[in-house]
């Protein structure tokens, strides 16, 4: 079968412009990129060479905490349209040489590829009398379960308020790494910087 000349014109037009535009569609979004990116590095300002070096430094504390699940800690909840584990738990440990108990609650939530995101609220408390302290704190870590079924995450720690002979850890953030096992017995260990 033969195709006339005008077919065989409107597939040649029609050819150069799938072409014309397939160039158009991939180049000039690219060159406005390009050109946007150019225009921010150019107007960006130099940053000073003792900038560079920027560190975490050491830790100013190193705590250990040993938690446990109160009576029905884990169970099914629903935050704001999000179903999850929310957990309640109380813990012991000494900070900075001080005896503290810590109490709180969490919620647990599936992430893609099998991750957990949690969320902690709670408050650290130091004895009682004249000299104790309290501090709030608000956690958020990312982890997963292992093939026992403990849960493992790392994450931060913000104090939020602290008063009495807790004052000292107002305004410190910590990094945490923790293990909780199935019957709600953790361990947490946080490295604060101030």
């Known amino acids: 079968m ?18 014309t535009s397939i160039t158009v569609v991939n180049y000039g979004p ?8 150019a225009n921010a590095v150019a ?5 000073p060479p003792s ?32 179903h999850g584990i929310q ?3 109380t813990g ?7 005896n503290i108990t810590d109490n709180g609650k ?9 991750a957990v995101y949690t969320t902690v609220r709670g408050m650290v408390v130091s004895g009682t009398g004249g000299t104790a302290g309290t501090a709030s704190h608000v956690d958020q870590g990312i982890g997963h379960y292992g093939a026992e ?3 493992r995450d790392s994450g931060t720690t913000i104090i939020t308020k602290a008063t009495g002979n807790l004052a000292f850890i107002r305004n410190m953030v910590g990094i945490y790494k923790d293990e909780i096992d199935k019957a709600g017995n953790a361990i947490t260990k946080i490295w604060f910087w101030k």
């Open 2 to 19: 033969q195709l006339n000349r005008a077919s065989m014109t409107v597939v040649l037009v029609a050819f150069v412009c799938l072409v």
């Open 30 to 37: 690219n060159q406005i990129i390009q050109g946007a990116f």
């Open 43 to 47: 107007n960006t300002t130099t940053i």
């Open 51 to 82: 900038s560079n070096n920027i560190t975490l430094g050491s830790p100013r504390l190193n705590y250990i905490e040993y938690d446990n699940g109160t009576e029905g800690s884990f169970r099914p909840a629903i935050v704001n349209g999000t």
């Open 87 to 89: 957990i309640s738990f």
């Open 92 to 98: 012991h440990g000494i900070l900075n040489g001080i």
């Open 106 to 114: 969490g919620f647990i939530t599936n992430t893609t590829g099998g």
């Open 149 to 151: 079924g403990n849960l």
